[in-house]
């Protein structure tokens, strides 16, 4: 078929010529889009609005021999104009439509799309405070990649937990004999926020004391960076950011 429908988050978009974009959309059913929506930078577009940053719509698109073609738009998540006013709102969403736009296509699921539709939605309305947001989203995304921590037993030999170091390389907690020199030492608190957060435990996350959150934040940032294979830019701009372990440096 020459044109088809799905539903998009628009992650990010370039200037083309005088009145284009190229945007770049996760997608429900057909992975990432990059697309040209031509003319939506006029004043008199019909539905420039809908195809900003953290905007979910239901677009039809024309099949093109590199970039496909946006016919029509329509707004199924007004998201951006809300996290836009808020600085902790619109950096921990900077981050998480980085980190969708980092996957690759075999990883653009139906249920990374729904994940991200879910945290614009949770920032959008304030629901909790942004960076929990946001390391929920990282945890989560980065478990249906494949890349689930380990929280309970070591990661690496598998030695029954609990365990007090966590190294982002050997994929979350690990025991005494296996934890290289230097490598972070953490609480039994932090790493029940840790599974609190991909859990969706709000009750637990929400209580917890600011230590607790910032030490989680540090892990959750070097984890997903080590991950990912390089730096989430939008993280140096979030609020209150912690000293991040050596991992998130790497």
């Known amino acids: 078929m020459p044109t088809y429908r799905d539903e998009v988050v628009v992650l990010r978009t370039h200037k083309l010529g005088e009145a284009d974009r190229i945007l770049t959309c996760l997608s429900r059913r057909n992975g990432k889009i990059r697309a040209v929506a031509k003319g939506v930078r006029r004043t008199s577009s019909r539905f420039g609005a809908r195809l900003e940053p953290f905007m979910v719509a239901d677009a039809q698109f024309y099949r093109g021999r590199n970039l496909d073609i946006v016919q029509q738009a329509d707004s199924l998540g007004a998201y ?100 290289p020199a230097g490598a972070v030492r953490v609480d039994l608190t932090t790493t029940h926020l840790l599974q609190a957060l991909i859990a969706g435990e709000w009750d637990v996350v929400d209580a917890a004391s600011p230590g607790s959150t910032a030490a989680a934040s540090g892990l959750v940032a070097a984890y997903a960076q080590w991950h990912l294979e390089r730096g989430i830019r939008a993280l140096q701009h979030v609020l209150n950011e912690p000293v991040w372990p050596e991992e998130a440096r790497l």
């Open 80 to 179: 951006g104009a809300e996290i836009a006013v808020h600085y902790d709102r619109y950096t921990a969403a900077s981050a998480m439509v980085e980190t969708a736009d980092r996957l690759n296509e075999a990883e653009a699921t139906p249920q990374q799309y729904l994940l991200l539709v879910g945290g614009l939605r949770a920032l959008s309305r304030g629901d909790h405070a942004s960076r929990s947001i946001l390391d929920s989203y990282l945890l989560r995304a980065m478990s249906m990649s494949g890349w689930a921590p380990g929280l309970v037993d070591c990661a690496r030999c598998g030695l029954p937990g609990p365990h007090d170091s966590f190294v982002a390389q050997l994929g979350g907690v690990v025991c005494r004999n296996c934890a």
